[in-house]
């Protein structure tokens, strides 16, 4: 490096980065470009939290120095061509027949009290049951929700009992 006159120093030339991949590199990302410099702290990561794991396996403890979003990185880490071969693997060992007999399709939504078609506008009632527009009320479909107790119950939840000494204590 060469200093002018005023002290400053010329710039250095470009330097390309070390893994050959054509772009340039800085000295602070290690002469790589920021691309390859992302990738090998990347590895580094997932190699210190795989050595991590892998103590607290052979310590018998359980993972709990590891978090679950560790945990979800060394998952993506594994290559796309091991997740297609394993979902295939796990579609092939379930029975098609066994899926279609648990795989019962719902009939359109009917009103509890008249069998109407009720669609989106249906009302769900504390009882369970859906209802149109004309039994949404729960004395016209005859409910069978006690509507009192769940109120007297909400009301001693959120308003405890609480009693005061007889006599004050000097």
């Known amino acids: 490096m060469e200093q002018n006159e005023?002290?400053?120093?010329?710039?250095?030339?470009?330097?390309?980065?070390v893994n050959n991949c054509g772009f340039y590199g800085t000295a602070a990302t290690?002469?790589?470009?920021?691309?390859?410099?992302?990738?090998?702290?990347?590895?580094q990561e997932q190699a210190k939290l795989a050595a991590s794991s892998i103590e607290s396996i052979?310590?018998?403890?359980?993972?709990?120095?590891?978090?679950?979003?560790?945990?979800a990185v060394v998952s993506e880490a594994k290559p796309a061509s091991s997740e297609v071969m394993l979902a295939s693997t796990q579609t092939s060992s379930t029975s098609p027949a066994g899926d279609r007999s648990e795989e019962v399709k719902e009939g359109p939504k009917r009103c509890g009290a008249c069998r109407k078609r009720v669609?989106?506008?249906?009302?769900?009632?504390?009882?369970?049951?859906?209802?149109?527009?004309?039994?949404?009320?729960?004395?016209k479909h005859d409910c069978p929700f006690?509507?009192?107790?769940?109120?007297?119950?909400?009301?001693?939840?959120?308003?405890?009992?609480?009693?005061?000494?007889?006599?004050?204590?000097?």
């Open 6 to 17: 005023t002290g400053c120093q010329t710039p250095q030339a470009p330097i390309l980065c």
């Open 30 to 43: 290690m002469n790589m470009c920021s691309k390859c410099y992302k990738d090998i702290v990347l590895r």
């Open 58 to 71: 052979v310590n018998g403890s359980s993972c709990s120095g590891a978090k679950d979003s560790d945990i």
């Open 119 to 139: 669609g989106l506008t249906g009302f769900n009632c504390r009882c369970g049951s859906m209802f149109c527009a004309a039994h949404r009320y729960s004395d």
């Open 146 to 170: 006690d509507y009192r107790t769940a109120g007297q119950e909400a009301i001693a939840k959120a308003n405890p009992v609480v009693k005061a000494e007889k006599l004050d204590k000097i």
